[in-house]
């Protein structure tokens, strides 16, 4: 979570929208990267689950709904 | 969510102590998306150690974290990426049955087809995590990693941790 919020906070005073995935609020919500989408799984599961392919589109579909926030850093929880 | 309570003791000792304040973002930086996403070029970055079978692996001996990273081609056939991630942190299965549960070129081949987004990028990046200490991530690695990704006129990225 530290890594990934580090890397988006260089790209986006690259001048480039970010947004982080992140499964650890309590470590993302202290690093601040500019956009971020909690979602309900476990550690090394970022995109839900392996060969689910509709269940990884809902959530690039709802991390994706975040990048034109400008209200940073944007913290949002995605439901299971 | 993942939470503290589910981890090992371990790694619950460990990331308690850790001082993630350090590292705060802090102006948070914002670069306004003024595209719509049908238009975008869009990368991906990921820290899940992947890389590909000609690339040298991730360095587990350098103790405080391994920042270097990886240019993973556009083209490539996400299956057949090796991870050299060795944290016990998380559980390894799922990405290695799946690598697009870390790096998901496959949905946004799929994402691109159907036209929801303009185009994607012709490489994206990956790093390994649990870097303890990420001064060389922040003064070098991650910024070259973006000053690429300005070059190729990328207009958004998705970041995915393990």
Known sequence: ?80 | MATYEEMSLRVRLFMKGYPFKRFKIDPVPVAPFDKSLSKARVALVTSAGFHTPEQPGFDQGISMGDASFREIPGHIDVQILLESHNSSSFDHAGIEADKNLALPVDRFRELEAEGAIGELNHRHFSFMGSILNPRRLIKETAPQVARSLRADKVDAVLLTPV
């Not at chain 1, 269940?55 to 439901?79: G, W, Y």
């Open chain 1, 1 to 80: 979570m530290q890594t990934v919020s580090l890397i988006a906070a260089a790209i986006e005073r690259e001048g480039i929208s970010t947004v982080c995935i992140s499964l650890l609020r309590e470590v993302t919500s202290v690093i601040r990267p500019p956009r971020a989408l909690f979602v309900p799984y476990p550690m090394g599961y970022p995109l839900g689950a392996p060969n689910d392919n509709a269940l990884q589109r809902r959530i690039i579909d709802a991390a994706l709904a975040l990048l034109p926030r400008i209200d940073v850093p944007v913290f949002e929880e995605m439901q299971r």
